[in-house]
């Protein structure tokens, strides 16, 4: 397929394209090869960035993340924040990036509604995400002395995902102006989840599972 486009493809020229087609036609594309006949790129230029769409989805997740947390790490107070303001400042640079993209997020995960297809694109989102939540217990537990006092990094960052799903999904039907009921669900569950972690091991065990059991079900 010849490219007539003299404009240079890259992987960021290939993910605006693919979001805009997605709301424009309200619907992934059928295939890659319609995909770049529609935009006048080369497959071979599409597949040096991308596999598949379903690759490409994930990938754009992966950039909220990253772009989030490049902002985050630049803020000069960053390195002075305790855990839980860490915590916070992501959520809140997280989900102001989502909001700038809302009607792609709102469409692809609508989509799927939270089907295992849908939460597929966000699997690396996913480990990203418990990887930086694990690094803040992590880094608590390098405070602590005895290894009776230390947190279950495992158990932390799964929490703190299943608190993200949460959000993500209080945020897509949050109507209030400037999403303002999403900036105080953020401030209250990450305060909440860092007073469970702070309490002893056997109330922390038990009120974390009700927790999450409110917040999600609720």
Known sequence: MANTSKTKITEEKIVDLFMESVLDNEKVPSSVFKFCKEHKI?????????????????????????????????????????????????????????????????????????????????????????????????????EKNLKMFKYNAPLFSEGAWLQFLFILKFWMEDGSPGFEKTDIAIEKSVTTVFQIFESTPLEKIVDFGKFLYKEKFA
Do not use: C, P
């Open 42 to 142: 080369k497959e071979e230029e599409f597949y040096g960035f991308f596999g598949s769409f379903e690759i490409l989805q994930q990938s754009i997740w992966n950039k909220f993340f990253d772009n989030s947390y490049g902002l985050m790490v630049k803020n000069k107070q960053y390195s002075s924040m305790t855990n839980e303001e860490k915590m916070l400042t992501f959520f809140f640079t997280f989900f102001e990036n989502l909001s700038l993209n809302r009607s792609y997020v709102l469409f692809i995960m609508q989509e799927h509604k939270y089907s295992l297809e849908g939460l597929m694109q966000l699997k690396g989102l996913r480990k990203k995400f418990k990887d930086f939540a694990s690094t803040l217990i992590e880094e608590r537990n390098e």
